[in-house]
């Protein structure tokens, strides 16, 4: 049996026969169990994708294959029923973004930390906003993803799980706590980064970024504020044409393209090929400085490592800041070799 070749009328004919049984009867039938991750979409209606790709198998090759011959995700069912056209999205939603939290944790900061009912206006709100951030692609998306129900649900686990709530706790995962905790130390930043979101998305002007398209230098970083605003945050730090700028700006002032925390040049140390090169920092994080145009004095010229050290953990330390802090590690390490 050649496993994958169906076509498109063999799954249509596959589905009426599950419209007709009904989905216990079919399923039961062939031996297969209800879908746990993806299922298929014909028509306003959800089918077991799994059992459908396999079952379709008969009308060409005389029996279906069974659930142990066939993988229900990627790579098997999924592929193959979507390269007859059919639409298949996840049966379950994903976890919530820390974009996504932010968004609602601020809604419940504003309503004196209570949860909302998902018939309020500003549930309402919410669900929309989370459609526009898109935080996922659709294909991962079940069809209730982030709709009012969900949206309401979620503003109750982050109130039930503030410091002064003294009933039960309903359900909340780490990162709910953690974007809780950002807003109980924070405030007004992390309100202020909850703005920059509302008002990207409505203006259309912020992009979302996908979990699978985090860069693999950012994942060791720590962006408070979310992807999307770190990702625009450091799409104004590689502007060439700022860097550009800024490197122009000192050496016309008579300076050098040393590092403005540690002094590394990248010149001296590496000769010919280190010449010019210089990283370009936002000292203020766009959840604090907002949108706007950039001053050339809003940038420092730092080196890869100090860059990274800033970004590692929040709250970032200004280039200054970190000065201070190597000078006191240098100092302590000296005296602790002299005594």
Request: hydrophobic share 35%.
């Amino acid at each position: 049996m050649v496993r994958g070749a169906i076509s498109r009328d063999d799954i249509l004919k596959t589905l009426e026969e599950y419209d007709e049984l009904g989905r216990e009867a079919f399923l039961d039938l062939y031996g297969y169990r209800e879908a746990r991750t993806y299922v298929l979409v014909h028509e306003g209606r959800e089918y077991d994708s799994k059992a459908i790709a396999g079952v379709a198998h008969k009308h060409q090759h005389g029996a279906p294959l069974t659930p142990k011959q066939l993988s229900g995700g990627i790579g098997h069912a999924v592929d193959w029923l979507r390269r007859e056209g059919f639409t298949v999205r996840a049966s379950r939603n994903p976890k919530w973004t820390r974009d996504e939290l932010i968004l609602a944790c601020d809604v419940v900061a504003q309503n004196g930390w209570k949860g909302l009912d998902a018939e309020d206006p500003r549930i309402a709100e919410l669900s929309d906003l989370l459609q526009l951030l898109a935080a996922y692609p659709e294909e991962e998306r079940a069809a209730t993803y982030r709709n009012r129900n969900g949206a309401a649900r979620k503003t109750h686990d982050i109130a039930t799980h503030h410091p002064d709530y003294r009933g039960k706790p309903t359900n909340g995962g780490r990162l709910d706590l953690e974007v809780l905790h950002d807003f109980l130390t924070r405030p007004a930043e992390m309100a202020q980064a909850a703005q920059l979101l509302r008002d990207g998305l409505r203006a259309g002007t912020l992009q979302p970024v996908l979990p699978e398209q985090d860069d693999e230098d950012e994942e060791e970083y720590s962006a408070p504020e979310g992807r999307v605003l770190y990702r625009r945050h450091r799409t104004r730090e590689r502007n060439k044409g700022l860097r550009a700028k800024k490197i122009a700006a000192v050496l016309k002032k008579g300076g050098t393209l040393a590092c403005e925390v540690c002094d590394f040049d990248f010149g001296v140390v590496y000769g010919e090929r280190g010449e010019g090169y210089i990283e370009c920092h936002h000292v203020v994080p766009l959840h604090e400085a907002g949108e706007g145009t950039t001053r050339l004095s809003d940038l420092a010229l730092i080196c890869s490592n100090c860059h990274r050290m800033i970004h590692r953990a929040a709250p970032w330390p200004t280039p200054a800041e970190l000065r201070i802090l190597i000078r006191r590690t240098n100092m302590a390490g000296r005296t602790a070799s002299n005594a």
